[in-house]
């Protein structure tokens, strides 16, 4: 296993030197995606709780970093403020939203963002429905990033802080007792576990991982509104972390680039002539509806666990 993480590591690492630049945009996009997704499969594994708001947390987290830099803060401080002020964010909602169990709480969740849309595009201070317009580069030290793969460089070191962090998070108490409350909330209670007090702590660092994630996204495009955060991001990151398998470290990552590559093949195959402008939306929703189905026929545990059955039916 720890040679699969190495080869892993240094396919990363290499693959912003060997990608064309036309490419460097999806990649950014990915490790920016798997980030997010981290934090789902961290929520919906350990705390048993699902969020269908989680691009919110993510549309804070941009906003927070954009809203600093246009008014004259250091980028790297709007960096460093976006996970703070989504987890924030997530504390304050949590406490009231988590006493909420199941389908209950996903479509409360579904709320908070669609709340959260209509103040952005409402609110003059955030740029309203034109969006927020003239971020400038992400700088540090002196040095900004001008190209895709400086940001790519970027987006892989938020992917790998959050994925140690989630790492270290699951082998601590915390981990392990959220382990155990997910699956007999009850007996844990029993135990002494504050299971309340532990899933707010859960919710709300997989929060602080997509408002880090939003940060760089903010200043990699340099424009924000609410149209780039829909509905429909939160649902892709719970079909991602669903599909590679929840509760696993490598599951979120295997998840995101398998859907991102097949949106990214579809979207291209919609485009081209002959096909109706329709075609692309039609065939991403296809892609969640269709690999989600699929998981769950074949692959309830989602793909990462159901290998490693494989491999251990075979080592036996």
């Not at 996009?29 to 499969?41: D, P």
């Not at 008014?71 to 960096?79: K, W």
């Not at 959220?178 to 002494?192: D, F, I, K, L, S």
């Not at 660092?205 to 997509?210: D, E, G, I, P, Q």
Request: hydrophobic share 60%.
């Amino acid at each position: 296993m720890r040679t699969i993480w190495i080869a892993a590591g240094l396919l990363a690492l290499a693959a912003p030197l060997l990608l064309p630049e036309r490419h460097l945009a999806v990649y950014v996009l990915l490790a920016l995606t798997a980030a997010v997704a981290v934090g789902v499969s961290m929520l919906m594994g350990y705390a048993g709780q699902v969020s269908l708001g989680q691009a919110s947390f993510y549309a804070i987290g941009a906003y927070a970093a954009g809203l600093l830099a246009v008014h004259g803060l250091p980028p790297l401080v709007g960096l460093l403020a976006a996970p703070l002020v989504a987890a924030a964010a997530a504390l304050l909602v949590g406490a009231p939203l988590l006493r909420l169990r199941g389908h209950h709480l996903a479509f409360a969740t579904l709320a908070m963002q669609l709340i959260l849309l209509g103040l952005l595009s409402r609110g003059e201070w955030a740029g309203g429905a034109i969006g927020l317009q003239g971020i400038p580069r992400f700088s540090a030290g002196g040095a900004e990033l001008r190209d895709d793969r400086g940001y790519a460089y970027l987006a892989l070191a938020v992917l790998a802080s959050v994925v140690l962090i989630y790492r270290n998070v699951v082998v601590s108490r915390v981990g392990r007792a959220m382990r155990a409350a997910a699956t007999g909330e009850a007996a844990a209670a029993a135990c002494g576990v504050p299971v309340g007090r532990y899933r707010l702590a859960v919710f709300a660092l997989s929060a602080a991982f997509a408002g880090l994630a939003g940060g760089v996204y903010a200043f990699y495009l340099g424009y924000l509104s609410p149209g780039s955060f829909p509905v429909l991001l939160s649902i892709e990151y719970v079909v991602m972390a669903a599909v590679g398998g929840l509760g696993t470290i490598a599951g979120p990552l295997v998840g995101a680039t398998v859907i991102t590559l097949l949106v990214q093949a579809l979207t291209a195959l919609g485009t081209q002539p002959g096909m109706p402008g329709y075609a692309p939306a039609v065939l991403s929703y296809a892609v969640y509806g269709l690999v989600l189905v699929v998981a769950v026929l074949y692959l309830p545990r989602g793909i990462v666990p159901s290998i490693h059955s494989v491999l251990g039916r075979g080592k036996r």
